[in-house]
């Protein structure tokens, strides 16, 4: 069987090199390119020494895609939305990591994110990529939106008690506890060792933007009441 061949969009960050590590073992893909900016034509084994001897692939930068069957964008909010014309027409399939097109209501999306975004004929596109609940859809598909990661958890935690009618839908609060590298490569005091580590501190406990997914994914009977407060610890 043909492997899949694959591009991961953005693969300096931590979600890429993440997905570089699944990928690279996985005996039905073959990692084509990864992109980054920074560091075109440096070896990705030096951003993300876990994969040295593992292999030997160099960053790309984004104007030298080539088509492929997959491409990944692990790209800072904001992004993807501004290029997807682009990834669409390089590959048979766009899975975007960012919240770019998780929300597929355009009113929705404003209120938690302030702007409008662009190519929003896109959002009916997108399946939302939790498999446990999209499993047929995502099979499909040819583009994902991954779920994001506080949402992911609320989502199937909550989700048989919503379906079901088990619980007051205006009365759902849920706190999740997140290590540093939710917060990506880019230096921050907020992410730095020093300022951080050893302390435990609340991150937007009102209107944290996963709150959108949540309400769009368990609507079943009117708009839920939650929320969500995250705790960020070293
Ligand atoms: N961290 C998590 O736990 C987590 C979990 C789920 C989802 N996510 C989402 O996944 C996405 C990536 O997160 P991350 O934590 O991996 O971020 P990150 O560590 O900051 O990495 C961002 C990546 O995007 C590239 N990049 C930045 N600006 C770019 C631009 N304008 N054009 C092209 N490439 C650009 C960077 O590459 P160069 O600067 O080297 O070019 C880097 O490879 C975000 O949307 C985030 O919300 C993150």
């Excluded at 939302?128 to 991954?146: D, Q």
């Amino acid at each position: 069987m043909d492997k899949l061949q694959v591009t991961i969009v953005g693969g300096s960050g931590y979600v890429g090199g993440e997905l570089l590590r699944l990928l690279l073992f996985h005996k039905g893909v073959e990692v084509k390119q990864v992109t980054s900016e920074r560091f075109v034509g440096k070896p990705i084994s030096k951003i993300h020494p876990n994969l040295r001897g593992i292999s030997k692939l160099t960053f790309s930068s984004i104007s030298e895609l080539e088509n492929c069957d997959t491409v990944f964008l692990c790209l800072p909010h904001g992004n993807s939305n501004k290029t997807i014309q682009n990834y669409a027409s390089l590959a048979n399939q766009v899975i975007d990591l960012s919240a770019d097109f998780r929300i597929n209501n355009d009113a929705l999306y404003k209120v938690w994110y302030g702007n409008s975004r662009e190519n929003s004929e896109y959002k009916n596109k997108f399946v939302y990529g939790i498999p446990e609940l999209h499993h047929e859809e995502m099979k499909t598909a040819k583009f994902i939106s991954s779920a994001g990661c506080n949402a992911t958890t609320v989502i199937l935690g909550l989700y048989p008690f919503f379906k079901e009618n088990l619980v007051e839908i205006d009365r759902t609060v849920s706190e999740a506890k997140v290590g540093t590298s939710e917060g990506g490569n880019s230096f921050s005091e907020a992410s730095h060792h020093p300022e951080r580590s050893g302390s435990i501190r609340s991150y937007k406990p009102v209107r944290h933007r996963h709150t959108a997914e949540m309400i769009q994914e368990l609507s079943f009977f009117g708009e839920p009441q939650i929320h969500f407060q995250q705790l960020q610890l070293k």
